[in-house]
């Protein structure tokens, strides 16, 4: 029963990182030039639980944004000067869709937990 529960609590801290990801990714969606980053589960280290594999940035450029600033030369004050920057590159769906992912596989695991522990009490009772 012991390592159900340590491969639930592997996947929680897994999803906590992944969870923490996606908002830092939500959080920067209107930064300029920000790329988003990933974060890449894999088994545990004795293929139970889930584990973090790697966190990667997605190198995937951002769309342009147009960026008006007024004009430098001092003849003409009313010209004004646009620029084009790279806005982020976060897709809020998929973050969306991360952060349901993360949400079902917390309540898949508490509910496992849960599981183990009434187990646990019941075979107490039993052999008390």
Do not use: C, H
């Not at 992944?18 to 959080?27: F, G, L, R, T, Y």
């Not at 030039?33 to 966190?55: E, F, H, M, R």
């Amino acid at each position: 029963m012991i390592s159900g529960v340590s491969a639930s609590l592997s996947a929680l801290r897994a999803y906590s990182t992944s969870v923490a990801s996606s908002a830092a990714n939500v959080a920067n969606a209107e930064t300029n030039g920000y790329k988003a980053s990933q974060v890449l589960l894999t088994s545990g280290p004795t293929g139970q639980g889930v584990s973090v594999d790697q966190i990667r940035q997605d190198p995937t450029p951002g769309a342009m944004i147009p960026e008006v600033s007024a004009n430098p030369n001092p003849q003409n004050s009313l010209a004004t000067q646009v620029m084009l920057t790279q806005g982020s590159n976060t897709d809020l769906t998929r973050e969306m869709v991360n952060m349901n992912v993360a949400q079902q596989a917390f309540e898949a695991n508490l509910t496992t937990i849960s599981t183990q522990d009434q187990m646990a009490g019941t075979v107490l009772n039993l052999s008390a």
